[in-house]
């Protein structure tokens, strides 16, 4: 009888999950509380008080396993492994694969043995370190393959010899209901942050946008801006919202002298001066007479460009280095120099030539009993000014800022509280996006921001770092994409791994911008991602590695391709990446057979591939599905449990659209695949029904494609006859929708 229920139990010095052994030589001092019927809290208990304990949990060995792990203070990445000693210092989450014998419960407890091999059935369980009151959670593994949890609080004063509710565990059939059910378990017991499902998300996600970070860096300047615009819109592709990122506030170097040049790292103690914008965005000599205001700006590009949403960058704590203690405009929010403090677990994997800054020159830290009044007074002022929200950066260096403040997870809360309560009170929608925000303080004080980066920055000067990119986003969307919607960032569309990453993006399930310089975008690019009113064909989820990928290194393993998945509302889409023979994970050595790979890699992608495609396949489903290869312009007739082979050189990429066939009067087998002319073709495909015709409701203007094993004698298009061509080899069916801006959608009718 297989067991599929029961609680994680430790037995027999052994922590069992569904009857069967994940961790051996488990210490007596570790103990395990149920919190439902399949899961339950590991806590543990220390002869000492203090601020932080490293607790062994057991040893973890001869298992497949994906971890997510901070790897610099800012950002995680993920790690497979097999055994303790694989997983890193900081693991925010574990996840492993897990095999259930039939008619067994478990050798090492019951020492029992059978000649004949048991059915396998894999299943997963997720191990989550958590927050537990003033206490944050990690996981780390050691050279005895011994599974530990660091249990911290940042502050030295907060002290305790117990951790009740430290880490998570659970299990499921499904790893992604599994993280989702998780989410909302923990969600509901801790009362700290919310599920996806329970937010507001902003409106701006549904449209294409432009960043001024590598477009200008801080030289950003109101002609700067509306040089940018202007070549958009030459280009016949505007964007709708506008992130004005750092370089229009008030800030002062105080470690810089006249006359002398910069000291290296002191630029990331460069602090606040006052809430409102810089000289170059005021009437002045470096605003060339082009703004007289930064309310002048906004209303001047919103009115002739067409913007819908514009953003301001700030930091968490103001700046890079908080906020300058001496300024008159700032004094009444009692700001004090602090020195950040990092964890053992952050200095023990990569340090940060920003933390290693401020550590030397302290950060003004604004009094947390003041930070509501600090994000009210700046956001209403710059609400006032026409801007729609906030990116707010540079989030996790509150964690090394708890002492004398109760802690990290005490102070990132308090400043979270605010920050959700001043964008509310301040912006119509819950316009926010978090950054360098990967730490679980942050992630699991999530109350209302509903996105967030999910990776480090696009960095389109490091060759090396562009498949790493499409590699962290996917895999950090499995945890980020149940709290917050996973922003993978901006990119450049004229650059040589445009199509690798705008690939991406359109099946990503997050926003869609670049940061390109003005004159320098790519409009072939980036037709392939915005429809002609500006908005973009949005998945329905984050993007995440496909089941069969998620315990692979798609990045260094020379074999692996990476696939990416995600639904529309009536189609699913799978993106197939090759990552490999470009660039190293961080604290990985490669082996020299991977390391500079060009050989292409082949792989199989079929319907199976896209999670809960049942759900929106609908009863008269084929079990069959049209897969639409939108590189090579191929169509496959695909059964639901087979694949067909994909192969791909180095920085490759293809996207299949995956339409479940529908029987329509009894002789035709029919599936829309969408506008095959944009990557994420099925995202145009808003309704299809079939009765006396069939009928489909669809998004944007351009090609439109759908399977059909026989030739229609009609097709109508908003009730006018429209041409169209059909191929008997493959039933690929095609037709023109016509830009049409006093119309929302087509109306499209296909007749036989």
């Not at 001869?62 to 492994?81: D, E, Q, S, T, Y």
């Not at 499902?197 to 801080?218: I, R, S, V």
């Not at 007289?292 to 280095?321: E, F, R």
């Not at 990928?549 to 799978?574: E, R």
Request: proline letters at 4%; aromatic letters at 10%; glycine letters at 8%.
């Amino acid at each position: 009888m297989t067991i599929t229920a029961a609680a994680p139990v430790i037995k027999n010095g052994c922590l069992m999950v569904r009857g069967n052994v994940v961790l051996t030589q488990v210490p007596d001092n570790v103990f395990i509380s149920p919190s439902g019927s399949k899961s339950a809290f590991i806590g543990a208990d220390s002869t000492n008080s203090d601020s932080r304990h490293v607790f062994n949990l057991g040893v973890l060995e001869n298992c497949k396993f994906m971890c997510l792990f901070v790897a610099k203070i800012w950002w995680m990445i993920p790690r497979v492994g097999k055994s303790g000693s694989d997983i890193p210092l900081e693991t925010q989450m574990l996840l492993i694969e897990a095999e259930e014998e039939e008619n067994s419960v478990s050798d090492l407890v019951n020492e029992e043995t059978s000649d004949e091999k048991s059915n396998v059935n894999k299943f997963y369980v997720l191990v989550l370190p958590v927050l537990d009151g003033a206490f944050r959670t990690t996981l780390q593994g050691n050279e005895s393959n011994e599974l530990q949890f660091c249990y911290e609080s940042g502050d030295p004063q907060v002290q305790t010899c117990q951790a009740l509710e430290g880490v998570f565990v659970n299990s499921g059939d499904n790893p992604f209901d599994l993280l989702k059910d998780s989410i909302k378990i923990l969600a509901k017991h801790k009362g700290t942050f919310s599920h996806l499902e329970n937010k507001k998300t902003p409106a701006h996600l549904d449209w294409f946008g432009w960043c001024t970070w590598d477009a200008f860096y801080t030289d950003v300047t109101p002609t700067g801006i509306k040089q940018g615009l202007q070549s958009f819109k030459e280009g016949g592709i505007s964007p709708k919202f506008l992130i004005i990122d750092d370089g229009w506030q008030s800030t002062v170097n105080e470690f810089r002298k006249e006359g002398q040049p910069l000291i290296e790292g002191t630029q990331f103690a460069t602090r606040l001066a006052d809430i409102k914008e810089n000289s170059k965005f005021k009437v002045s000599e470096e605003s060339n007479g082009s703004c007289s205001n930064l309310k002048d700006l906004i209303h001047d590009i919103k009115q002739n460009y067409g913007l819908k949403y514009v953003y301001m960058w700030h930091a968490l704590a103001g700046y890079w280095g908080g906020v300058l203690t001496s300024s008159e405009n700032l004094k009444k929010y009692n700001p004090k120099l602090e020195y950040p403090v990092q964890s053992p677990g952050k200095i023990g994997n990569i340090r940060d030539i920003a933390m290693d800054s401020l550590e030397k020159y302290g950060v003004g830290l604004i009094d947390p009993t003041k930070i509501r009044n600090f994000y009210n007074d700046m956001h209403s002022y710059l609400a006032d000014c026409g801007v729609d929200g906030v990116k707010v950066d540079v989030q996790n260096l509150l964690e090394t800022l708890g002492a004398g403040y109760g802690g990290r997870v005490s102070i990132t809360k308090q400043y979270h509280e605010a920050l959700d309560e001043s964008i509310e009170k301040n912006f119509v929608d819950n316009n926010l996006i978090c950054c360098m925000s990967h730490n679980s303080d942050s992630i699991f004080t999530s109350k209302k921001s509903a996105t967030a980066r999910a990776s480090e920055d696009f960095m389109p000067n490091e060759p090396s770092l562009q498949t790493l990119h499409i590699a962290s986003v996917s895999f950090n969307s499995l945890l980020l994409g149940e709290v917050v919607v996973p922003d993978w960032d901006m990119f450049h569309s004229n650059h040589a791994t445009a199509e690798f990453h705008g690939a991406a993006r359109a099946l990503g399930g997050g926003p869609v911008y670049v940061s390109d310089k003005p004159g320098k975008q790519d409009f072939e690019i980036l037709k392939k991602l915005v429809l002609a009113d500006g908005s973009i064909l949005r998945a329905r989820y984050a993007g995440r590695p496909t089941r069969d990928c998620l315990f692979i290194d798609p990045v260094m393993d020379g074999k692996s391709l990476l696939k990416i998945w995600n639904l529309n509302k009536l189609t699913g889409v799978v993106g197939v990446f090759n990552c490999q023979g470009t660039g190293t994970w961080p604290m990985k050595q490669a082996q020299e057979s991977t390391q500079k790979s060009n050989i292409p890699l082949s792989g199989g992608v079929g319907p199976t591939d896209v999670e809960y495609l049942d759900e929106i396949a609908g009863e008269t489903w084929t079990e069959e599905c049209a897969l639409y290869a939108f590189n090579t312009g191929s169509l496959f007739r695909v059964p639901k449990n087979k694949t067909i082979e994909v192969s791909l050189g180095v920085l490759e990429c293809e996207i299949f659209t995956v339409s479940p066939i529908k029987i329509f009067k009894e002789d035709v087998r029919f599936a829309p695949i969408g506008l095959i002319k944009l990557y994420n073709s099925g995202g145009a495909v808003e309704d299809c029904t079939y009765e006396n015709v069939i009928k489909i409701k669809a998004r944007g203007c351009g090609i439109f494609g759908a399977y059909s094993s026989e030739k229609p004698s009609c097709c109508k298009v908003d009730n006018k006859e429209e041409d169209f061509t059909y191929s008997c080899e493959d039933g690929l069916l095609t037709f023109n929708l016509r830009n049409d801006e006093s119309r929302s959608f087509s109306e499209i009718e296909i007749m036989y």
